[in-house]
T-cell receptor, first 112, second 115 residues
Framework: KQEVTQIPAALSVPEGENLVLNCSFTDSAIYNLQWFRQDPGKGLTSLLLIQSSQREQTSGRLNASLDKSSGRSTLYIAASQPGDSATYLCAVTSGSARQLTFGSGTQLTVLP | DAGITQSPRHKVTETGTPVTLRCHQTENHRYMYWYRQDPGHGLRLIHYSYGVKDTDKGEVSDGYSVSRSKTEDFLLTLESATSSQTSVYFC??????????????FGEGSRLTVL
């Protein structure tokens, strides 16, 4: 059974700092990995989708990398801003290929 | 934003009553999902659908049923609501790319309270 872990559960950084969020998964036979952002009381917003054949994806100040062999992905946020404060979740598609397994998320706070 | 509408957005009901949550999409995506999100448990898959009239169970399907008679609508029913089903319910959709779920898009959620 696929398990997805995100450490730390919470992170607080000053504005302007570059930061890395971590995601690890136990079964490396994945089809893709996705990073999401969730603001309080809201649904999840897709940030980046990395296919299993890719090593990284970039969108603006966000860069996600994937190392399938080690079962790890990182989300790099450059020049963090208070508006980046949210919970970030990663999820992998594996097994039946129709379902995603989610991590429990990292709650990020960017201090002004 | 992906066209996903959940209704109702908020509902308070009593134990033992039936409840139906609706998810409507305008994206014509093949896959649709119902998740629940609870503190300490994260997002857990209840049921999903990979096409009209094709559904399957997720990890927490007990006490829930689903139906999908049209591509755009996916209904989640609690036949007899219990307090343990108090939660925030999210609908999600994705395309099928060669049989693999693609990018997942979420609705805004439906907050259900069972008294």
């Amino acid at each position: 059974k696929q398990e997805v872990t995100q450490i730390p559960a919470a992170l607080s950084v000053p504005e302007g700092e570059n930061l890395v969020l971590n995601c690890s998964f136990t079964d490396s036979a994945i089809y893709n990995l996705q990073w999401f952002r969730q603001d309080p009381g809201k649904g999840l917003t897709s940030l980046l989708l990395i296919q299993s054949s890719q090593r990284e994806q970039t969108s603006g100040r966000l860069n996600a990398s994937l190392d399938k062999s080690s079962g790890r992905s990182t989300l790099y946020i450059a020049a963090s801003q208070p508006g980046d404060s949210a919970t970030y979740l990663c999820a992998v598609t594996s097994g039946s290929a129709r379902q995603l397994t989610f991590g429990s998320g990292t709650q990020l706070t960017v201090l002004p | 934003d992906a066209g996903i509408t959940q209704s109702p957005r908020h509902k308070v009901t009593e134990t033992g009553t039936p409840v139906t949550l609706r998810c409507h999409q305008t994206e014509n995506h093949r896959y649709m999902y119902w998740y629940r999100q609870d503190p300490g448990h994260g997002l857990r898959l209840i049921h999903y659908s990979y096409g009209v009239k094709d559904t399957d169970k997720g990890e927490v399907s007990d006490g829930y049923s689903v139906s999908r008679s049209k591509t755009e609508d996916f209904l989640l029913t609690l036949e007899s609501a219990t307090s343990s089903q108090t939660s925030v319910y999210f609908c999600a959709i994705s395309e099928s790319i060669g049989g693999v779920a693609g990018e997942l898009f979420f609705g805004e959620g439906s907050r259900l309270t069972v008294l």
